[in-house]
């Protein structure tokens, strides 16, 4: 029987445009899927939209439309979007699907006849942006902890889910399943939450009309995340023989601002169900730009489609996944696009590829050479796909990237060792027959993060691409003939780089206000792997700071360091925190290197 292969992102809130950590969680999760359709297994790859809630219904008011049209016209940006980056899904769900529906209900239905549903009254306080009910202790100078918006007092008569009952099981399961979420850090801050103790849910409201009934109570609604969790399992058409093949999930995909919800909520319903839980969740960071969170009213917000039509799709996944490792945050530059890409994409694999096929046209004919397998040089490349394979099983997919690049390299040493141009037809014949086997591994192996590129490739050695294990097979046989060579990857040349930062006039420089400022207080925020909030004296008045110094200073180092600091910056929230001013710091390749003043000077002093 054909092992299968069960992957999934997040469904997309319709409302939003797609966006840069939309594209990299579909991307990750596009990765998985083709890697293991090479492996022979039969893969289902979700992703669709959320649909319901309250917040829907409010910006459809507002645009004059009706909820349905509404969603109705929105839900083509994504699919737009994922067509643009190359995304191979197999299935796009919608929650207004009338068979997501049903599931919804019969799922809600069974926790309900299994004694985990209750009648009462919810009293706290709501945020819509994030559809999340907060007690008063978690709110963040009375905000949302999440987002960092207003939160509304909301009281009204509700269906309660019994979470707080399966707090021992869902410990048990992490201490059983090390790896149920990754990375580890996520892990460890759920299993704090956790032991923090489990209040019971909030899962209905009376007349909330845009969402799917509660089938005991139809007066009632369901709260959108039980509603939008439940995707996972209605587009198995559960209860089904899909659902017996797929289930549980290989993989859930997902961002870390929503793993409370599929790492402890999703797993209390499916233990009330008698289901199983999802094999791993897989938690990836956020991405800021030049250090700042990414927003319309900034003008920062990284558009897929845009930088895909740019520089192409390939490139774009490239960056996106060797930029960052998954779970950590990540910062997103054009420039740093374009050196990637010149460096690695176009100066090593694609140069190797190039000088290989270019090699044996001029002078084979075309025709890859009669050769000798060299051992020592193939030991190196097996073992390096060895270990690609076990990164892939374990999804740390940035290594593998890494490590299949650096296949390119050895080749590109290997090819420039042999000196084939100046050697005798018996060791040119035996450099090129290995070097043109490591293309074609090479093809195999890209494929899933380049599919575009290796499908180039296979094009011009006159090859299809086979399954994984083809790339240890030296399938390219003596007198194969192949194709004349492209370039692969068209440099992208200083002269035509588009993504200069803009001139400002002096005027405008003098409007910077710029002070040496003494770090007074460093605390951590919750849940932010590289963010401190600051408390820094700017002389006379003490402003709050949010600064990407984490793991790169400690909070000894940082506290009573002077330091220039931007003032005048107009306030942003990241993480929930307000920043209201910036440090200025040297960037050298992504690490922050503090400046400070050569003689002493007080805090609040003018740079100018």
Not at 401 to 426: H, M
Request: proline share 4%; glycine share 6%; with cysteine.
């Amino acid at each position: 029987m054909v092992e299968s292969f069960y992957v999934t992102t997040p469904i997309y809130y319709v409302n939003d445009k797609p966006h840069i950590g939309h594209a990299y969680t579909t991307i990750i999760a596009d990765i998985l899927a083709r890697y293991n359709r090479l492996r022979g297994k039969k893969v289902l790859f979700l992703t669709g939209t959320d649909e319901h809630g309250e917040k829907i219904k409010r910006a459809a008011e507002e645009a004059g439309r009706e909820p349905q049209e509404f969603v109705d016209e929105l839900v083509p940006a994504f699919k737009k979007a994922w067509e643009a980056i190359n995304i191979s899904y197999d299935q796009f769900i919608r929650t207004t699907d009338q068979n997501h529906e049903g599931t919804v209900k019969r799922l809600v239905k069974s926790i309900f006849e299994n004694d985990d549903i209750y009648e009462g009254k919810y009293e706290g306080w709501y945020c819509v942006p994030c559809e999340t009910f907060w007690p008063e202790r978690k709110l963040s100078d009375g905000n949302c902890p999440e987002c960092g918006r207003p939160v509304e007092k909301r009281s009204h008569e509700s269906y309660f889910f019994k979470l707080s009952k399966f707090e021992n099981e869902i410990l048990e399961h992490y201490e059983k399943n090390f790896d149920f979420v990754i990375p580890e850090s996520r892990r460890n801050e759920m299993i704090n939450r956790i032991g923090e103790g489990l209040e019971d849910l909030s899962i209905t409201r009376r007349d909330l009309d845009w969402a799917v009934d509660f089938p005991v109570d139809e007066s009632h609604g369901i709260y959108v995340w039980v509603d939008a969790l439940t995707n996972y399992i209605s587009a198995l058409g559960y209860p089904s023989e899909k659902f017996e093949e797929f289930w549980p999930a290989d993989f859930h995909v997902i961002g870390k601002d929503i793993t409370w919800f599929h790492a402890v909520i999703w797993p209390a319903l499916l233990l009330s169900s008698d289901l199983e839980l999802p094999k791993q969740i897989l938690v990836n960071g956020f991405w800021t730009r030049r250090g700042e969170k990414m927003s319309k009213s900034k003008g920062n917000v990284v558009d897929p489609i845009e930088m895909s039509e740019k520089y192409s799709s390939d490139a774009f996944r490239y960056f996106l996944i060797r930029q960052k490792t998954i779970g950590e945050d990540g910062d997103f530059s054009e420039m740093d696009l374009i050196t990637r890409y010149n460096n690695e994409l176009a100066d090593t694999v694609g140069n190797f590829v190039h000088r290989i096929v270019t090699f044996i046209h001029s002078n084979f004919d075309g025709k890859v050479p009669e050769g000798e397998i060299d051992s020592q040089f193939f030991d190196n490349i097996f073992a390096k796909i060895d270990e690609i394979n076990d990164c892939m099983s374990s999804a740390d997919i940035n290594r593998a990237l890494e490590t299949i690049v650096s296949l390119a390299r050895d080749g590109n040493e290997y090819f420039q060792k042999c000196e084939p141009w100046k050697a005798d037809e018996k060791q040119a014949s035996d450099c090129l027959y290995n070097c043109a086997n490591l293309v074609d591994s090479l093809a195999i192996l890209l494929y899933p993060f380049i599919p575009d590129s290796s499908e180039k490739i296979f094009e011009m050695l006159d090859m299809e691409l086979g399954k994984i294990e083809d790339a240890k097979d030296l399938r390219l046989k003596p007198g194969h003939e192949i194709k004349k060579p492209e370039i692969l990857f068209e440099k992208i040349e200083e002269t035509e780089r588009e993504v200069r930062e803009p001139m400002i006039s002096f005027e405008d420089f003098k409007e910077m206000d710029i002070r040496i400022g003494e770090i007074k207080k460093v605390e951590d925020i919750e849940s932010a792997d590289n963010l401190y909030k600051l408390e820094i004296d700017v002389g006379g008045e003490t402003k709050q700071s949010v600064a990407g110094m984490k793991g790169y200073y400690s909070s000894e180092d940082l506290e009573g360091r002077k330091v220039p600091v931007l003032v005048n910056l107009e306030p942003s929230e990241l993480m929930g925190v307000k920043s209201e001013c910036m440090i200025l710091a040297v960037d050298v390749d992504g690490e922050p290197i503090l400046i400070e003043p050569e003689k002493e000077v007080a805090a609040g002093s003018k740079v100018r």
